[in-house]
């Protein structure tokens, strides 16, 4: 959602194939009234045991709806990693063996490879902190913001 809020969400083509669960469609739609789910990524419903996990997790108070579904669906499907800028999420994800990188790890890497010219990367960079502000990640990317501007090739 975070990459959608920097007008950057079209890095993540980039990745490889996407997916999300339906949770995380609604959270979209929800949050971006004139957002629709692009053609190159997939939707996918979990299945029933997968769920199960996803609404354990939220009734437990570990996870929030978008978040529990993700990870349920990255287990499903085997996927190689799951995006995330949740904390939590991204520890939980962790435990259960899921390597996780967050929006600023993305735009990081595109710079790397040489998918961003450099003011790009660094405007993204600059868009991605007010979304991420009311959170952990969001707070870490104001303090290392210019080291990671700095960092860019």
Do not use: N
């Amino acid at each position: 959602m975070h990459l959608t809020e920097a007008a950057a969400l079209e890095l993540l083509r980039l990745v490889g194939d996407l997916h999300v669960p339906p949770e995380v469609m609604a959270e979209m739609a929800y949050h971006r009234m004139d957002w629709s789910l692009p053609d190159w990524i997939t939707l996918d419903i979990l299945a029933p045991a997968f769920a199960a996990d996803a609404e354990a997790w939220q009734q437990a108070g570990l996870l929030d709806a978008g978040e529990a579904e993700a990870i349920a669906l990255a287990r499903q499907i085997d996927a190689e990693w799951l995006l995330t800028d949740d904390t939590a999420a991204r520890l939980f994800a962790q435990e259960l063996g899921i390597e996780v990188h967050g929006s600023l790890g993305v735009v990081l890497w595109a710079a790397a490879v040489g998918h961003l010219e450099r003011p790009v990367a660094e405007h993204v960079l600059t868009q991605l902190a007010p979304p991420l502000c009311g959170s952990r990640a969001g707070s870490w990317l104001k303090r290392v913001q210019p080291w990671t501007k700095s960092s860019l090739p």
